[in-house]
């Protein structure tokens, strides 16, 4: 295996060092092999594949790991992996061998997921993007990364992160050297803190993979690498497992290439988890599939409304704003009426830091204790005395430390709360005043920055609604600015309106078709 990758890896050299070329679409067949292509390949492509003797889940995941071989460290150097799972291969076979015997194991049989690394995973350390924990093997599964087990999914590689996902601009932290680099310039960033998976899942590393959104981590790096990135409601996805940031505000969630296999992803890890007491409701809310909502004329007949205070902003990109205009002429060609403007009141007046209680400590020494007596570390404390951390966070590390007590007694938090109650009561008042199904904005309002960039503007618009008041939102490739620099098409909806969000977001998708893969990884 290990020589063929190498005489693959010439290949890639040669097209990476001839770039230029307009970006293709969707997985092709290699005429001159009969071989399965992988990149850009769905989860249904795959399937069909299988089912027509095609393609083996090993064939499957050899194939991933000869790309990933090919380009994350060489090559363009994304560098999104932290680890390969050395058993990926052995659990392909276990999967071919089930398929022989009776078929499919479940809706993710033999598709390789790559795992942002702050969910745990038994068999592989989690190291929230840290030294500190780069050693640290959890003793079980997250419920989100067990149910994708359980569903026959393959574990193929955990991503990187920014540390502690700390940062929605950029990927770096100090378990993996280096940033993470975007496959559609590789001069500039993936945004954060999943801006590991963004690049892989970009770059045909997987076939899909999960994401955290504590205020945009999610959305921001799909934008930022041309996916689809779906932030559900709170309550409807389980934080079992996952590293915490701050635990009222955190979902995971999947980032891939399409609506349908965001949605085929994120119908095995929706649902009640009695580890995690926040997902009570989902026994009620949750819908048996939403992949019943992936209908193309979704936007027939829909209302939309234009947050413009999202949209018109002085140091807006000109040109992402003439790519949001189009936008909003594609929804209606496809049938919904657009109105523009809505203003959500609250969004102006209620200030930015009283949007946020500051629990990190709280929840992640919570975390640390749940490792039991091995863990590397146990207290914000010790990892400042050890070091093991990118200058970067340092500050922030020690500004949580500085902060001691459950959330419950902080009066900072309590004021984030109910300004959280006060936004998530204004979007529904306007939802309701307009009778609207969905409200969209530019997911970010400035291209993806340079590396090293941390002056220039933003234009993170993920953390304005979503996060405070608990409702869901799905970011669709909206197209591009510059040379082939992505941007996404946020909609965002009341609570537990993610079946009819997708809708929105498939019926659009289908209409525009924007995906493309990365130029500086094309097929092997």
Same mark, same amino acid.
Request: charged residues 20%.
């Given at each position: ?47 069909? *594949? ?16 000869? &790309? ?17 799972? !050395? ?12 398929? &022989? ?23 592989? !350390? ?76 970009? *770059? ?23 996916? /689809? ?102 929804? &209606? ?5 657009? /109105? ?94 307009? &009778? ?89």
């Amino acid at each position: 295996m290990r020589q063929r990758y190498v005489g693959l890896l010439v290949v890639v050299l040669l097209v990476v060092a001839c770039q230029g070329q307009e970006p293709g679409e969707g997985a092709v067949v290699d005429e001159s092999t009969g071989g399965f292509e992988v990149v850009e390949a769905t989860i249904a492509e795959i399937h069909q *594949a299988m089912e027509a003797g095609e393609l083996t889940a090993r064939q499957l995941v050899e194939m991933y790991l000869a &790309r990933i071989e090919a380009y994350d460290k060489q090559g363009p150097a994304f560098n999104s992996i932290v680890v390969v799972n !050395p058993e990926a291969l052995a659990r392909a076979d276990e999967l071919d061998a089930a398929f &022989r015997e009776s078929g499919f194991v479940g809706p993710l049989h033999g598709i390789p997921v790559i795992v942002k690394d702050n969910y745990d995973t038994y068999d592989l !350390p989690t190291s929230a993007g840290s030294l500190a924990l780069a050693e640290s093997i959890p003793p079980d599964d997250a419920f989100q990364v067990e149910r994708i087990r359980a569903a026959g999914g393959i574990v193929i590689a955990k991503s990187n992160m920014a540390e502690w996902a700390f940062s929605p601009y950029e990927t770096v932290g100090s378990a993996l050297p280096g940033y993470s680099r975007n496959p559609y310039d590789t001069s500039r960033v993936t945004a954060g803190s999943s801006g590991g998976t963004g690049a892989a899942v970009a *770059a045909s590393f997987g076939t899909v993979g999960l994401g955290t959104d504590t205020g945009n981590s999610i959305r921001g790096p799909s934008s930022h690498n041309l996916l /689809v990135g779906i932030r559900s409601t709170m309550g409807l996805t389980s934080r079992d497992g996952i590293v915490p940031l701050y635990l009222d505000h955190d979902i995971g969630g999947p980032m891939c290439r399409s609506v349908a296999d965001a949605v085929a992803l994120f119908d095995v890890i929706a649902g009640h988890d009695a580890a995690d007491p926040v997902t009570e409701a989902a026994k009620e809310k949750k819908e048996g599939s939403y992949s019943a909502h992936l209908v193309a004329d979704g936007l027939a007949g829909a209302r939309i409304g234009v947050v413009r205070q999202l949209v018109d902003v002085e140091t807006a990109d000109q040109e992402i704003r003439k790519v949001f205009q189009q936008a909003l002429e594609d929804l &209606r060609a496809a049938g919904a009426e657009v /109105v523009d403007p809505i203003t959500v009141e609250e969004l102006d007046t209620i200030p930015q830091n009283e949007r946020w209680c500051p629990r990190f400590r709280y929840d992640l020494e919570n975390y640390l204790a749940s490792l039991g007596p091995n863990a590397p570390v146990k207290t914000i404390d010790d990892i400042l005395q050890s070091g093991q951390y990118h200058p970067s966070v340092e500050s922030g590390l020690r500004y949580f430390h500085g902060i001691e007590g459950a959330p419950e007694d902080s009066e900072v938090c309590r004021t984030a709360w109910a300004s959280g109650l006060n936004l998530a009561q204004g979007v529904r008042d306007v939802l309701a005043e307009h &009778r609207l199904d969905a409200l969209v904005y530019p997911t970010w309002i400035n291209r993806p920055r340079l590396i090293g960039d941390l002056n220039t503007p933003a234009g993170d618009n993920s953390q304005d609604l979503s996060p405070h008041t608990g409702f869901p939102a799905i970011t669709v490739p909206m197209g591009f600015v510059g040379d082939h620099l992505p941007v996404g098409l946020s909609i965002l909806g009341d609570a537990w309106t993610e079946g009819r969000l997708i809708e929105l977001a498939y019926s659009y998708e289908q209409a525009t078709k924007h995906r493309k893969p990365p130029a500086s990884a094309p097929p092997l």
